[in-house]
Structures are given as C-alpha cells and as structure tokens.
C-alpha cells in the first residue's frame, strides 16, 4: 500500500514521520487474511517493464476508521500491534480506547491492486480496499463496526544520481450508526517527497495535505490539514542510524472547541532526534 515504507519493518527510508496517509495505514489498516500475487517479470525477458497483481481477503477489521473518523490524521511511525492492539487513550474523553482487530458481522473484507515498474526507476501503484462492514454491527463490549473504503494510487521515481520523488494519493469514507444516527467521514490525504542519497547521508523534505468531511453534529470530527517534514538521516552502519526531523503541522479541528475546549485552529511544530540500532543479520 505504500510507496514511501520500503525499508524493513515497514519503516520509511526518508523520514523518522510517516505522512498522514501512511501513519493512517499503520495505525488502523493492518490485516488478518490471506493475499495473493502475481507477476509479470518483463524485465527477465528483455523487456522494460514488470508488472503485477495483488489481491486479499481478511476479516477482524471491522473498527477500521475509528482512528481518522474520531481521531483524524496524524504524522507518526506508530503500527498498532496485533492482535489485541489499540488506538486512543487510556481514561481519554476526546479520543478514549478502542480496539482494533475485531469480527463484528461475519463479512470478509478485500483489497485489489496494481503495480508497474519500468526498469527499477519508475513505480506505479494503484489499490483499492473495502472492509465490508455493517456500520450497525456493534459487540457486547461497545466495539462498532466502520463501513470503511478508499482507493490508492501513487508513482515513485528513483534516479541514477540518488533522487527520489514520490506522489501519493488516497481517497475514501467511513461510516458507522450511533445511538440510532447514520454518520458519514469522507477523508482524503495526499503528499509529496523529494529526497536525496549521498554514501551514508538521506536529506529529504515532504509536504501533506489531509482532510475529514464530517455529518456528526458541530462537525465532530471534521478536520482539514496541511504539513511540512523535513529530515536528515546518517546511516552510519548497516546496524546504526542517526535522524534529525522537523515537522510542522496546520490543523483545523472542529472537536477541539467542543471536546477540548481549545482553538479550532492549531500550528504544531516539532523536532526529533532518534538513533536507531537494528538487530539482525549483516547481509
């Protein structure tokens, strides 16, 4: 699903932040099922391109837009763990516990998608993801479901010289029925990165757009968004990296008058030193 965490780990070689689009992949899109592939290696027969398919079926992901419908967008390198893995917080109002792997209706969710590559130096990719839910569907324990689908689609370009541009897009909504209510979150988000590699040094610099659309009364829930990454990262070993970031964020934020009682309006600004040692194998 993404273009930008193609490091192990489904870490991001470029930043020490994901952007909003894949911090929301990791936090809530994680899947328990079964998927296939199937490519097309033109390259091992003389050709420029190689192509390929990828299809899955999951379930136990019925919460799935609880995150960007209650929380919204975020920029952060959390995955949430399986299987009893959680977003929110602990004794929160605003944004309170919920877990996310659950099968609430009995409906299997699917994914399809699509990917092309001409000769290592151009990727693109396309996919399309629906859980399927009843967003009537709600366990003993509270737990609803989230009718959740969007489509994906995204280019990586890599250069001989150690530049890389990546263009990313994803559009959805999520929908849920609450004390009787049908509530409808339309989201969107999108970004930009230009990097650049030299021997052990990565300098890179992202820009994000985001947004929810929301029915909920106030506008609970709707958020519309913008941010600016910028990172350095010296890989001083195969074991050891280094990384400075930057990261300024833009929001609106309906909830945050009505549940926070803060401005609606915030500008975030946050810098981060991490160093990072990876255990395993030299090869």
């Known amino acids: 699903m993404s273009l930008e965490d193609t490091a192990s780990g489904w870490s991001s070689p470029y930043t020490i932040s994901n952007s909003a689009l894949d911090s929301w992949i990791g936090e809530e899109i994680r899947t328990i099922g079964v998927e296939g592939q199937l490519e097309w290696l033109g390259t091992r027969l003389g050709h420029d391109f190689d192509l390929g398919m990828t299809g899955g079926i999951f379930g136990w992901n019925?919460?799935?837009?609880t995150v960007v419908a209650t929380g919204g967008f975020s920029l952060n390198d959390f995955q949430t763990t399986l299987p009893l893995g959680y977003v929110g917080?602990?004794?929160?109002?605003?944004?309170?516990?919920?877990?996310?792997?659950?099968?609430?209706?009995?409906?299997?969710?699917?994914?399809?998608?699509?990917e092309a590559r001409?000769?290592?130096?151009v990727t693109l990719l396309a996919l399309?993801?629906?859980?399927?839910?009843?967003?009537?569907?709600?366990?003993?324990?509270?737990?609803?479901?989230?009718?959740?689908?969007?489509?994906?689609?995204?280019v990586r370009v890599d250069t001989e010289g150690g530049w890389t541009a990546i263009i990313q897009w994803l559009a959805g909504k999520t929908s849920v029925v609450y004390g009787g209510e049908f509530y409808s979150f339309p989201f969107d988000a999108r970004f930009a990165l230009?990097?650049?590699?030299?021997?052990?040094?990565?300098?890179?610099?992202?820009?994000d757009i985001f947004g929810v659309d929301s029915t909920a009364e106030y506008g609970l829930g709707g958020e519309d968004?913008?941010?600016w990454t910028v990172a350095y990262i010296f890989n001083q070993s195969l074991r050891w990296r280094f990384a400075l970031e930057w990261l300024h964020v833009t929001s609106e934020v309906a909830?945050?008058?009505?549940?926070?009682?803060?401005?609606?309006?915030?500008?975030?600004?946050?810098?981060?030193?991490?160093?990072?040692?990876?255990i395993g194998s030299d090869r």
């Open 194 to 207: 230009v990097s650049r590699q030299w021997g052990r040094n990565t300098l890179s610099a992202r820009y």
């Open 62 to 65: 019925e919460p799935a837009g």
């Open 89 to 114: 917080g602990r004794g929160s109002t605003a944004f309170p516990e919920q877990e996310i792997f659950h099968e609430l209706d009995g409906h299997a969710g699917f994914y399809v998608g699509a």
């Open 118 to 121: 001409y000769l290592d130096r």
């Open 255 to 278: 909830s945050r008058a009505v549940l926070l009682d803060e401005p609606t309006l915030a500008r975030e600004n946050q810098t981060q030193l991490s160093v990072r040692y990876t």
């Open 225 to 227: 968004g913008h941010a």
């Open 128 to 154: 399309h993801y629906d859980n399927r839910a009843d967003p009537t569907a709600v366990d003993i324990a509270g737990n609803e479901a989230w009718d959740t689908h969007f489509n994906s689609a995204g």
